[in-house]
């Protein structure tokens, strides 16, 4: 059984996603829980706390994938293929949690500083595929920007009607452009 501050939790994701950040009141969170309108005041002092534990719960699950990715993966390149796809069926998916990480990204607060520890460690899988030969040289913060912003760009467009994904292979969890992408960074190896 969930606890009151995982109920408040959940409504207030559900909110986000319905309405966007500026919908998120502690009133609606509470009337979208199921408790009282004042509920959500016992376990977040305001709107930005619990604007702060739900950008917390986006990056432990960002920080999760990457975890997994780098378990299960049969190389970095593949550890770095399956967290992009993660992070493209995201932003498709869940377009108001994705803008809401990627803004208070930018901000100067400790979950600030968190959001971009997430995104770095991104940049780590790619330095890592970096060294092991499977991914082109260059600063990885910078192809981690490339990448997620080609992902984050085609989320975009199609959530606005401007372009229709194209799925790519059924063992690709993204479509086909951001595949093509991901295969240029790529380092070619010979069949010997």
């Known amino acids: 059984m969930s606890s009151t501050k995982d109920r408040i939790l959940a409504a207030a994701t559900n909110v986000l996603d319905a309405g966007g950040p ?12 199921g408790i009282s309108q004042s ?4 376990h977040f002092a305001d709107k930005r706390a619990l604007l702060d534990a739900m950008v917390r719960q986006l990056i432990e699950q960002m920080r999760h994938a990457a975890e997994a990715a780098k378990i299960d993966a049969a190389s970095p390149l593949a550890a770095l293929n399956f967290v992009v796809g993660r992070y493209f069926e ?7 949690r994705n803008r809401l990480l990627l803004e208070e990204s930018r901000r100067d607060a400790a979950v600030g500083e968190e959001a971009r520890q997430a995104f770095a460690a991104v940049a780590d899988l790619v330095h890592v595929a970096q060294r092991s030969g499977d991914l082109r040289q260059g600063d990885p913060a910078q192809i981690v920007a490339l990448v997620f912003g080609t992902a984050h760009g085609m989320a975009d467009l ?3 009607g401007l ?6 292979p059924e063992s690709s ?3 086909m452009p951001l595949m093509l992408l991901l ?4 380092v070619a190896r010979s069949n010997d």
């Open 173 to 175: 969890a993204y479509p």
């Open 163 to 168: 372009l229709k994904v194209t799925p790519g």
């Open 90 to 96: 995201f932003a498709r998916c869940y377009p108001n």
């Open 158 to 160: 199609e959530q606005f």
């Open 39 to 42: 509920a959500p005041n016992r």
């Open 22 to 33: 500026s919908a998120v009141t502690l009133r609606a969170v509470g009337d979208a829980a």
């Open 183 to 186: 295969e240029r960074l790529a």
